[in-house]
C-alpha cells in the first residue's frame, strides 16, 4: 500500500530564506507526483506536476525534484516571502490508477 | 475558465438530514473526482468519475454517501442521513487525461458541519 510522508510537519523560517521541503513515498511504481499549496480555509491550488520520467519542474520561485527510485521529492522554495504561509501537499498518481495519494503535509510560516 | 466550482461553500445541518453537495468541472476535462479532507484524516478520495462513469468509489464510507455525474459539467455528492461525523471539507477536483497531463484541479471546498 502506497504511503506518502512529509517532513517536517511545520517549518518557521525568516523572510528571504531558502528553503526544502521533503516528501517520501514507500513506492516507487508511480505515474506522476504533484505538489500543492493550500491556505487557511481555502482549496488546494496546484503548484507543481513532475512526471515519472522527469527529475525536476520549476515554476518562478519553485522546484521540485524527483527521485523515483529512492522514493523522494522535494520542494525547493527560493528567496521565501511571508506570502509563502501555507500548508504545502505532495501527492502521487500510483501506475495503473488515477487516484492522487496525499501526504499529511507541511504547515510553512514565512515571518516577516 | 472559472476553475472548478462548488456549492454550497458552507452547509451547517442537523444529524438525520439529507445533504447535497455539488460540483461544475473545469470545462473539458474528463475525469472528477470527490475528496474529503478532516484533521484526523488528512485528503481522502472518495469516489471519482472518467466521461460520467463512476471507476473506483471504494473510498465512499458507508452507504449513506452516494454520489452521481449525469452530465459532464455537473456532479453531486450526497449523504443521507447525514451524521456529526460526517462533518469535514468536501472538495471537487477535475483533470484532462485524455491528451492532458493528468494535473488535477481543485475547487474552493463545501465546509460541512452536521450538528
Known amino acids: 500500500k502506497q504511503e506518502v510522508t512529509q517532513i517536517p510537519a511545520a517549518l518557521s523560517v525568516p523572510e528571504g530564506e531558502n528553503l526544502v521541503l521533503n516528501c517520501s513515498f514507500t513506492d516507487s511504481a508511480i505515474y506522476n507526483l504533484q505538489w500543492f499549496r493550500q491556505d487557511p480555509g481555502k482549496g488546494l491550488t496546484s503548484l507543481l506536476l513532475?512526471?515519472?520520467?522527469?527529475r525536476e519542474q520549476t515554476s518562478g520561485r519553485l522546484n521540485a525534484s524527483l527521485d523515483k527510485s529512492s522514493g523522494r521529492s522535494t520542494l525547493y522554495i527560493a528567496a521565501s516571502q511571508p506570502g509563502d504561509s501555507a500548508t504545502y501537499l505532495c501527492?502521487?498518481?500510483?501506475?495503473?490508477?488515477?487516484?492522487?495519494?496525499f501526504g499529511t503535509g507541511t504547515l510553512l510560516a514565512v515571518q516577516p | 475558465d472559472a476553475g472548478v466550482i462548488q456549492s454550497p461553500r458552507h452547509e451547517v445541518t442537523e444529524m438525520g438530514q439529507e445533504v447535497t453537495l455539488r460540483c461544475k468541472p473545469i470545462s473539458g476535462h474528463d475525469y472528477l473526482f470527490w475528496y474529503r479532507q478532516t484533521m484526523m484524516r488528512g485528503l481522502e478520495l472518495l469516489i471519482y468519475?472518467?466521461?460520467?462513469?463512476?471507476?473506483?468509489d471504494s473510498g465512499m464510507p458507508e452507504d449513506r454517501f452516494s454520489a452521481k455525474m449525469p452530465n459532464a459539467s455537473f456532479s453531486t455528492l450526497k449523504i443521507q442521513p447525514s451524521e456529526p461525523r460526517d462533518s469535514a471539507v468536501y472538495f471537487c477536483a477535475s483533470s484532462l487525461h485524455r491528451g492532458g497531463a493528468g494535473e488535477q484541479f481543485f475547487g474552493p471546498g463545501t465546509r460541512l458541519t452536521v450538528l
Open positions: 468519475f472518467n466521461n460520467n462513469v463512476p471507476i473506483d
Open positions: 501527492a502521487v498518481r500510483p501506475t495503473a490508477t488515477n487516484k492522487l495519494i
Open positions: 513532475i512526471q515519472s520520467s522527469q
